[in-house]
T-cell receptor
Framework: KAGVIQTPRYLIKTRGQQVTLSCSPI?????VSWYQQTPGQGLQFLFE???????NKGNFPGRFSGRQFSNSRSEMNVSTLELGDSALYLC?????????????FGEGSWLTVV | SQQGEEDPQALSIQEGENATMNCSYK?????LQWYRQNSGRGLVHLIL?????REKHSGRLRVTLDTSKKSSSLLITASRAADTASYFC?????????????FGKGTHLIIQP
């Protein structure tokens, strides 16, 4: 079956703008989480959604938000973009929440803020 | 926060040799997962080992886990040029996944043809 699909793959935005990234999890997976990857900070957890509810949130400012729809698809939004938001944003899905669930990642969305 | 620390940060070996990467972590975990990332791409799941397991195999991969030392190792046998990538360990902390998966900084593996 298809893997985790993220769109768009690449985008360039200007400081102060906002951006919305989309993620379609593997069919049947109900948990979706988001990660930010930068050369300096590495991979950092943003948030996790399950059954349309945010279950966990990482240490990111309120400019970072997300949501999950009834079909488990998820979006994340970053408002008032800063140069430091330039990163690879990775979406991951798993069948359920909790320990022992294998977590599968998409190819990511490359965001460049200029 | 970075819980896992991979060692070495970079590793260059000849094709056909074995590659060993190590990961250390700080808190008690439920499980540990290893991922591969090719340049500019997403993460590919390699193997999950639970806290009550000591060793796991998958094809040319062998993972060990020592919870008393809070460390894990990933062995890739008979390496191939296609194994060139960054390898990350990720832990799922016991007591709740409030921080999601916690990743190390990764080991960059280069396989010389």
């Amino acid at each position: 079956k298809a893997g985790v699909i993220q769109t768009p793959r690449y985008l360039i935005k200007t400081r102060g703008q906002q951006v919305t990234l989309s993620c379609s999890p593997i069919s049947g997976h109900r948990s979706v989480s988001w990660y930010q990857q930068t050369p300096g900070q590495g991979l950092q957890f943003l948030f996790e959604y399950f059954s349309e509810t945010q279950r966990n949130k990482g240490n990111f400012p309120g400019r970072f938000s997300g949501r999950q729809f009834s079909n488990s698809r998820s979006e994340m939004n970053v408002s008032t973009l800063e140069l430091g938001d330039s990163a690879l944003y990775l979406c991951a899905s798993s069948l359920l929440r909790g320990a022992g669930n294998t977590i599968y990642f998409g190819e990511g969305s490359w965001l460049t803020v200029v | 926060s970075q819980q896992g620390e991979e060692d070495p940060q970079a590793l260059s070996i000849q094709e056909g040799e074995n590659a060993t990467m190590n990961c250390s972590y700080k808190t008690s975990i439920n499980n540990l997962q290893w991922y591969r990332q090719n340049s500019g791409r997403g993460l590919v799941h390699l193997i999950l080992i639970r806290s009550n397991e000591r060793e796991k195999h998958s094809g040319r991969l062998r993972v060990t886990l020592d919870t008393s030392k809070k460390s894990s190792s990933l062995l890739i046998t008979a390496s191939r040029a296609a194994d060139t990538a960054s390898y990350f360990c990720a832990t799922d902390a016991r007591g709740g996944g409030a921080d999601g998966l916690t990743f190390g900084k990764g080991t960059h593996l280069i396989i010389q043809p």
